[in-house]
């Protein structure tokens, strides 16, 4: 009998719609991680922004995923965002879905995103999620979290 050598990645849909919120966030349907790659690939619709907003981030928080002059550019010729500006945003909108499904609550997952952590460097998990591999630290807490560690 052979075993396998990798576990296969947890299917998110069984984890309390944590694809249906992030079709929200995203403002278009996402069902699979392969469909967020193409989605990025694509260029996501700059109304991800306003989405995030409406979702207790801030414009400011957000500047880092597309500077606000740009984004009015976008906008006004109703254009996608670039791949790398895409790659940000679906960064940002997983993590507060995920956040939202460990917390169980927007208001406590924007909070905790804004929260400065010792085990980041007094940065808040939305800071270090500039980088991705920050983003997976983050995600990592958030896991950890669920699952009933002290993070």
Known sequence: MTQAIFAPTPDRTACGGHFERLSVLLGQPVDTDLALVGMVSAGVSPGVIDNLVRSGLTRKELDFVIN????????????????????????????LALAEQVFGDRHLATDWMRKPLRRFDEQSPLEISRTEQGARLAETALIQIDEGYFA
């Open 68 to 95: 606000p002059r740009t984004l009015t550019h976008r906008l006004a010729r109703h254009e996608s965002l670039t791949r790398e500006e895409s790659e940000r945003a679906v960064r940002v909108a997983s993590l």
